[in-house]
RNA sequence: GGGCACAUAGCUCAGAGGUAGAGCACUACGUUGACAUCGUAGUGGUCGUAGGUUCGAUCCCUGCUGUGCCCACCA
């Protein structure tokens, strides 16, 4: 028997889902759930909890429904972010800067990955996320390693991967290239200062404005719209740089724009993309002046060499200042580009490169979402999706540090490259091109970005490019579930790797889910404080609860709002259904493997399983098509407003031997413990068919619950054999239902104590009153205090839907207000009754609304019209009542 | 500058071309042997705004306003 009280802890830690999951159906269709690897950098976040739980739902719904389910699970070495970590915690230690070598950085940092990943496994595990955990992969294991080599190889190969000389995103705390996704744009405040340019023979001058004085070192022209004729006279001369009073040339160029700053513009190639451009137009030097901690080098004067780029900038403007060749200084908002990891301004920066011809790369991925092979759940994150591919650049994949994958490239002593997946072919490219043996080659520094191997995920993870089976089945039958925030980085790029490396889309479905916020709407963010862990979430209300609560607001394509008090929604029902549980055992419910719904009698178990298959049916449907709100919420409604409010009630004169009588049997011709058997067997089936459809949501309390009740396997139920005739059932449930709520509201309004015994005549002639009252004169006594009678002499009249119940009364009552509100449902009725009709007479709506609209109408204004009809006559013998 | 999404009850959100829904909150009553993490009955909305399409629009289309987000540019 169940304890009276539910606490998820008590059992939760019990259940291990790893056997499930890693336990397979050979022959069935098959599955893939591609779990986005977490980042060994940290701590599971709320939104992962989200993520992982819609996909636990897929997965259990999938095994449930009988597919051979593959939910693969993994974790990220996430580059960058895992070695500024580990690399800040080894300085703190006392480490000095200089002295961390590659071996014992890389050291370290598998240390830290061996034990994040447990933890992460853990919290996985505690979140009761049913991957299979015996196929755990990383994305730098050794096969990672093999796969990454061979795809860079083969791209390298093909000419879609290059080494190349250009200006990139350079960031000067990482000291490392990083792609233009890891750049983000933010607007601060800054300043534009007017500079004097003197012309070479002093005799006049150009303003130039600009936000980085510092870089005027930089400077090899100052460029002049071609149409500006301010600045004609100056094309052709040479203007000295201020401080340095090198000469440069003033040019024409069609990138300066009269409009802005002064239209005179200094062009400084080696850190502006678009000086870069012009640079290379008019064929200017290029003069670096910053080394790779974005500090002053040997190109600038010496007092300046060594200092750091904002410093030397207030250096700058103070001697411009002093030589008087500072016009103005402007306060301005720009946007400037800041490093997502590092958070300091970066640098755009020339330097050798690994690229990926992306472009290239995203034809078959853009042509693989237009042709409908991979569909993104709201469609509308396809739009974005294009818009990403359709204007991609070179993707930068070659990063300054050492965590990662270490690029296959080798050099010779003179620079030749050589390309290969491992040293030795290396060497035998070597051998090939020198024709020689002893040349030593060195390998490059450098490591990929970490999304060129997240990109390979799902077919890495089914062991690529080893051929085997699970690679023939799961590639492309996989779900991807993730945030909007990276289609980018990771769905785009796992479609351009698959479609090239397999030639096939790797998944059919892109499921975007939305961003947990606070309860307020904010991102959660650790400055702000309001992050939500949901490991304390389940140590509060439990695994099932945070599950049921995530996918109950999972609406898709909307931001989650998330906080303690809505999640008491989700345990409060889990309460509910704990004692749902509980009532059935103590009511001696047992599962039934053998129970037929087809053998029921009684129309309250006939109506329940009616009642049941629906909704159940409603919830599989919500599943299929990704609906875990709907699924949540029908169950829900089914278990609370249907089982528990009505049901439950209903049959309690019957289970409870000692309000049961012999007419609530007789007039179904059953032995009293024949039907109790039956309503006995019917409760427990339908508590088990909720359980079941529930599982996926809320597996720990689904396997403990239908334990309790003797049903230990967890099938997804099924309805095809139920041949039941529902029609009377329905219909005198519905009335029966109709009498309780009416007779309690009755009472409620007119402050009659909720107990106090009534009489009531049934006037109708929808069912056979006579065998009603006889089936549910107990029932309704029990759940409204008021028996059956055949007159009263005086009474409340209620109309019901086709009937009319009147409710005794022995004393008169003020019934004015109730006269009142009648007068208001009958206003209300015709309204809706003249609306109907006044469609109805309308030549254009009969000839063009559908048929079965017209036979609503028709249908609608006859009936309003009885009910008018009733509650009149009910309002007038109220009144004569007074 | 280009694009996407959203706007429904006090709050959080579902919803459908044809009679507006839930949970929370609120009001009143209630501890009857599953459950006070509960029960019963209520209150509460011209579905952001202006047009258009339609027999009919809260739903489809367009403009507007507001909110959030993405991309691009900035001397």
Redesign the pocket.
């Known amino acids: 028997m169940l304890d ?3 606490d998820a802890k008590s059992f939760e830690g019990n259940f291990s889902f790893d056997m499930e999951a890693s336990t397979r159906i050979p022959n069935a269709e098959p599955f893939m759930v591609l779990l986005p690897p977490p980042n060994i950098t940290g701590n599971l976040h709320i939104g992962h909890a989200l993520c992982f739980t819609l996909q636990d739902i897929v997965a259990r719904y999938k095994r449930l429904k009988g597919f051979d389910v593959l939910f693969q699970p993994g974790v990220d070495h996430a580059g960058i972010v895992t070695q500024l970590l580990v690399e800040k915690q080894i300085y703190a230690s006392g480490v000095e800067k200089g002295s961390l070598t590659r071996e014992k950085l890389l050291k370290e940092i598998w240390f830290w990955k061996e034990n994040s990943s447990g933890v992460i496994i853990n919290q996985l595990r505690k979140l009761g996320i049913s991957c299979d955990f015996s196929r755990q992969r990383f994305t730098l294991d050794e096969k990672s390693k093999k796969a990454v080599s061979k795809i860079f190889v083969s791209l390298y190969r093909n000419g879609l991967l290059y080494r190349g000389h250009r200006m990139v995103n350079w960031d000067p705390l990482i000291e490392s290239a990083i792609s ?2 890891e750049v983000v ?1 933010r ?1 601060v405040d800054g300043h ?1 200062w007017h500079i004097k340019y003197e012309l070479e023979n002093g005799e006049d001058y150009i303003v130039v ?4 004085p510092e870089t005027i070192f930089g400077d090899v022209a100052v460029a002049v719209n071609p149409k500006d004729s301010r600045y004609k006279k100056f094309v052709g001369k040479k203007v000295r740089i201020p401080l340095i009073d090198r000469l440069v040339p003033v040019i024409e160029d069609k ?3 009269p409009e ?6 200094k062009i400084t190639p080696a850190h ?3 000086d870069y451009e012009v640079g290379l137009r008019n064929k200017l030097p290029i003069i670096d002046i910053f080394n790779e901690k974005a500090e002053l080098n040997k190109e600038v004067p010496e007092m300046f060499q060594g200092m750091g780029r904002f410093e030397a900038r207030n250096k700058v403007v103070d001697l411009l200042e002093k030589k008087e060749l500072l016009v103005k200084v402007e306060d ?1 908002k ?2 400037l580009p800041f490093g997502d990891r590092s958070g300091v301004i970066l640098e755009p920066r020339i330097t050798h490169q690994w690229f990926v011809n992306a472009e290239k790369l995203a034809r078959p991925a853009i042509k693989a979402v237009k042709d409908g092979k991979i569909k993104f759940i709201p469609k ?1 994150w396809e ?2 999706y294009f ?2 591919l359709e ?1 991609i650049r070179p993707w930068c994949v070659s990063r300054q540090i050492w965590w990662g994958h270490r690029i296959p490239a080798w050099y010779g002593p003179d620079g030749q490259v050589f390309v290969a997946e491992s040293e030795s072919d290396a060497n035998k490219q070597a051998l090939n091109f020198y024709g020689k043996h002893d040349v030593k080659l060195v390998q490059d520094e450098d490591v990929l970005d970490t999304w060129f191997s997240s990109g390979m995920w799902p077919f890495i993870t089914l062991d690529w490019p080893e051929d085997n089976e699970d690679l023939r089945k799961f590639y492309s039958n996989m779900i991807v579930v993730t945030g ?2 990276i289609i ?1 980085f990771w769905v785009s790029r796992m479609i351009m790797m698959g479609m090239y490396a397999m030639k096939e889309v790797p998944f059919k479905e892109v499921y975007i889910h939305g961003l947990v916020r606070d309860k307020h ?1 904010n ?1 959660m963010s650790k400055s702000k404080g309001n992050v939500i862990d949901p490991l304390i979430l389940c140590d509060k209300y439990g695994a099932d609860a945070v599950r049921y609560t995530l996918a109950y ?1 999972s ?1 898709p ?5 998330m906080s303690d ?2 999640v ?2 989700g ?2 029902f889990l ?2 259904l704990w ?2 549980v ?2 059935a055992q ?2 001696g419910c047992v599962y039934n493997n053998g129970f037929d719904p087809n053998e029921v009698s009684h129309p309250l178990n006939k109506w329940i399983i009616f009642e049941t298959r629906n909704t159940i049916n409603a919830v599989e449907e919500a599943y299929k098509s990704y ?1 875990f ?2 699924a949540a ?1 029908l169950i829900y ?1 089914g278990i ?2 249907t089982l ?2 009505w049901y ?2 209903f049959v ?1 004169p019957i289970l ?1 031997q000692s309000a049961l009588t012999d007419d609530t049997a007789e007039g179904y011709n059953l032995d009293q413990t024949l039907l109790k058997k039956d309503v006995r067997d019917t409760m427990a089936w339908v508590i088990v068919q909720f359980i079941r459809v529930l599982y996926p949501i809320a597996p720990f309390i689904s396997k403990k619950l239908s334990g309790e009740l003797g049903a230990t396997e967890v099938v997804w139920p099924e309805f095809d054999n139920i041949q039941l005739d529902f029609t009377d059932s329905i219909r005198q449930v519905e009335l029966l239902k109709e009498i ?2 009416s007779v ?2 009755i009472k ?2 007119f ?1 009659m ?3 106090e015994e009534l009489n009531v005549v049934l006037e109708g002639n929808s069912v056979e009153t006579a065998d009603f009252i006889e089936i549910y004169g107990k029932i309704v006594h029990k759940m409204a205090n008021v028996s059956f009678v055949d007159s009263v002499a005086m009474s409340i009249p209620v109309v019901l839907n086709g009937a009319i119940l009147r409710i005794g009364i022995d004393r008169k009552i003020d019934v004015q207000e109730k006269i009142a509100d009648f007068r208001k449902e009958v206003a209300n009725c015709s309204k ?1 009754r003249d609306a109907a009709l006044f ?1 109805l007479n ?1 030549e ?2 009969r000839n ?3 048929e079965d ?1 017209v036979t ?2 028709n249908k ?1 204004v006859e ?1 309003l019209s009885e009910k008018i009809s009733k509650i009149e006559y009910i309002i007038h013998s109220l009144e004569a009542m007074q």
């Not at 404005?209 to 980085?212: E, G, V």
């Not at 802005?260 to 513009?265: E, F, I, L, N, R």
């Open positions: 009276k009280i539910f233009d996704l744009e607007e534009l404005a600009t936000s980085r990138y300066a724009d802005k700053g002064t239209g005179a513009v502006d993309f678009n301005i720009q946007t509308h739009n974005l818009e990403w204007n909007f925030d980018f709407g991102k607001m609406s394509g909307r931001d989650l709002k008090r809505i008491e929604t345990r409060n309460t509910k004692n749902v509980r009532f103590m009511n609906r709100d709907d919420r409604q609370w407003n528990c409010d439950m009630e309690k409870q309780i709520s309690r509201s409620q309004s402050r104590p909720a107990n809706m469609r309308n254009d709506f063009k609304a559908t609209v609503e109408h609608r009936v």
